[in-house]
């Protein structure tokens, strides 16, 4: 059984361009979870979908910043229009159907690495 | 918001045990305590989960007092890659929400 696998690995924009991070979950889970992490700090969460519903999205800016689950494919992290500042680690994790959030084992990927120049 | 503190780093030398306190006074009654371990350039890995009293795996145990507003994270016999962020984290629901809060974690340095 594969792990949850992200895609690119590492993803280099110039500002002002669009970044497309992939997330596939582990098989048979149907929760879908992002994160940022910047250097030397802890991650914060972003967004937690199921399939083709966004749960919550309170930890992710309202402007440039979307994401998807679709019913097929990976769910996909967008970032439009990208600055500096969003330079840091993305990663996503999925969870089996059943306890959400914290109460719920999450299996994380490798991470994006996205550099913004 | 349920919220956790933990010591921002620890020191520690191969094969002693090491034991992570973690602070979390709002817990609600429904929450799970989980750690999370991580190392440099992967994403985290979890690590043990419990609700009350103590938990064992083969990696590690978990302690949780009777009012459950501390958890302590026992690593029997460190070794060197055990040197890692180590996560406490709570289930947190906010309002209506499934957010998941990791915080700062410990940074453990484990010695030869």
Known sequence: NAGVMQNPRHLVRRRGQEARLRCSPMKGHSHVYWYRQLPEEGLKFMVYLQKENIIDESGMPKERFSAEFPKEGPSILRIQQVVRGDSAAYFCASSRPGLAGANNEQFFGPGTRLTVL | ?112
Request: net charge positive.
């Open chain 2, 1 to 112: 918001l349920a919220k956790t503190t933990q010591p921002i780093s620890m020191d520690s030398y191969e094969g002693q045990e090491v034991n992570i306190t973690c602070s979390h006074n709002n817990i609600a009654t429904n929450d799970y305590i989980t750690w999370y371990q991580q190392f440099p350039s992967q994403g985290p890995r979890f690590i043990i989960q419990g609700y009350k009293t103590k938990v064992t795996n083969e990696v590690a145990s978990l302690f949780i007092p009777a009012d459950r507003k501390s958890s302590t994270l026992s690593l029997p016999r460190v070794s060197l890659s055990d040197t890692a962020v180590y996560y406490c984290l709570v289930g947190d629901r906010g309002t209506g929400g499934f957010k998941t809060i990791f915080g700062a974690g410990t940074r453990l340095f484990v010695k030869a």
